[in-house]
């Protein structure tokens, strides 16, 4: 997990510096609404673009949310610029960002769990286990439904099931 965070960190700084650049390529353009719109919603969204960066990276409170609204924003941006450029593959990207916003809608349950609130400010205390991971013991996600899970990956097993979703924990099935 902690290399998907500073992997998020550097996309989200990445596609910071590229919205910036979006905003000042934009204006070349002639003045229309769709070309202010698309440098206004870029100018707004460096800042989320920056502050989620910088709040994931301390692991703040509010760095989940900044960072989807930031994915949101950019979707939406490049929609409407590539529309107005009347660019299909800025479009397409667009929509792809837009849908990776949405599709990261599904992770908030497991963003919003006990146990990842704990790993994510730093704590390696879990509820119900005593305040402590038993010898042996990581956090680790359910491949099927992503429930945050204590497990010992050294005897996990390809029959091994998820206690929530009953799903396999282990790529496979027992029938492989």
């Given at each position: 997990m902690e290399r998907l965070l500073r992997n998020l960190v550097i996309f989200i700084s990445v596609m910071t510096m590229?919205?910036?650049?979006?905003?000042?390529?934009?204006?070349?353009?002639?003045?229309?609404i769709t070309i202010m719109s698309s440098i206004a919603i870029s100018l707004l969204s460096i800042p989320i673009g920056i502050a989620?960066?910088?709040?994931?990276?301390?692991?703040?409170?509010?760095?989940?949310?900044?960072?989807?609204?930031?994915?949101?924003?950019c979707g939406f941006t490049?929609?409407?610029?590539?529309?107005?450029?009347?660019s299909v593959g800025q479009t397409l990207q667009g929509a792809l960002y837009?849908?990776?916003a949405v599709s990261s809608l599904r992770r908030i349950p497991t963003?919003?769990?006990?146990?990842?609130?704990?790993?994510?400010s730093g704590s390696v205390s879990l509820p119900n286990t005593g305040g402590i991971l038993n010898e042996g013991e990581v956090l680790a996600s359910c491949p099927s439904c992503h429930s945050i899970l204590a497990v010992i990956p050294s005897e996990l097993n390809i029959g091994d099931t998820c206690p929530n979703c009953s799903g396999f924990?282990?790529?496979?099935?027992?029938?492989q």
């Open positions: 590229l919205i910036l650049l979006l905003a000042v390529s934009l204006l070349q353009y002639g003045v229309s989620a960066a910088f709040s994931l990276r301390s692991r703040g409170s509010a760095g989940p949310g900044l960072g989807l609204v930031f994915l949101l924003m490049l929609i409407v610029s590539g529309m107005a450029m009347f837009f849908l990776l963003l919003r769990s006990e146990a990842f609130l704990q790993w994510y924990l282990v790529k496979g099935t027992p029938a």
